[in-house]
């Protein structure tokens, strides 16, 4: 399995200090609302368990949270504060399947499933933390939705394209969905705004929203620019 680092890359002298951890296979990863810790999740796992990093930025300690593995279940894959105390981890599977999306009490460590989702679900809270959207990987309805945190309940929606990344606007008023038919907008209520870019041609592979003003960010990609 490969090996990643995560390294922190100081604003005030410009450059990148030591690594925060060493000896994963390090995937998602998330900024506590207060600014002074890290969730970062990792794809290595052992028979029975897999596991998600916090990392304090003010010591630079980190622990090891561990979850007890289901059905088939590999590493974790995402992980997201819910506040400075709880948080939602998606996880990986070894082969093509669901897992479970669960919710971890970063105090203690203790966890459990509120949802099945598939493998590689992607995660992202929105800028003011009332939620978390979440894109479902590697099924062809593009199955995609949102979590509200105060309320605890799930609204679901689907691109009819694979889907592998989202994006929520910082009052989740809005929601950015990259597929290879384009980016699909919706808007609170999930319903379809408009389509950006053009099938299998010039069309947006990921966005980000501002988390201070009503603007967003794009990378997009040109299928017809590819070499032979």
């Known amino acids: 399995m490969n090996r990643f680092q995560h390294f922190y890359y100081n604003l005030v002298t410009r450059q990148f200090d030591s690594p925060l951890l060493t000896g994963g296979s390090f995937v998602g990863i998330d900024l506590s609302p207060d600014g002074n810790g890290l969730l970062v999740a990792d794809a290595g796992y052992t028979e029975t368990k897999n596991w998600i990093h916090q990392i304090d930025l003010t010591t630079g ?46 105090t ?14 992607m995660l992202a809270p929105s800028a003011d ?13 593009g199955a995609w939705g949102r979590f509200k945190v105060d309320a605890q309940t799930f609204a679901g929606s689907g691109t009819d394209w694979f889907v592998y990344e989202i994006a929520v606007s ?9 597929t290879y038919g384009g980016l699909f907008i919706y808007d609170s209520a999930l319903k379809l705004q408009t389509t950006l870019g053009q099938y299998a041609d010039t069309l947006p592979i990921g966005a980000v929203y501002s988390p201070i003003a009503d603007e967003f960010y794009l990378a997009w990609y040109s299928y017809n620019d590819r070499a032979p």
């Not at 009332?130 to 099924?139: F, G, K, L, M, P």
């Open 170 to 178: 910082r009052q989740a008023s809005q929601y950015a969905v990259p």
């Open 108 to 121: 203690d460590g203790t966890a459990r499933s509120i949802r099945s989702v598939r493998q590689n679900t």
């Open 61 to 106: 300690e980190s622990k090891k949270i561990e979850f007890s593995l289901d059905f088939y279940e590999g590493g974790t894959f995402t992980a997201v504060y819910t506040s400075a105390t709880e948080a939602l981890v998606s996880s990986t599977f070894r082969g093509s399947g669901s897992v479970p999306l669960r919710k971890v009490n970063l």
């Open 129 to 141: 933390g009332s939620t978390v959207a979440y894109a479902e990987s590697n099924i062809s309805s």
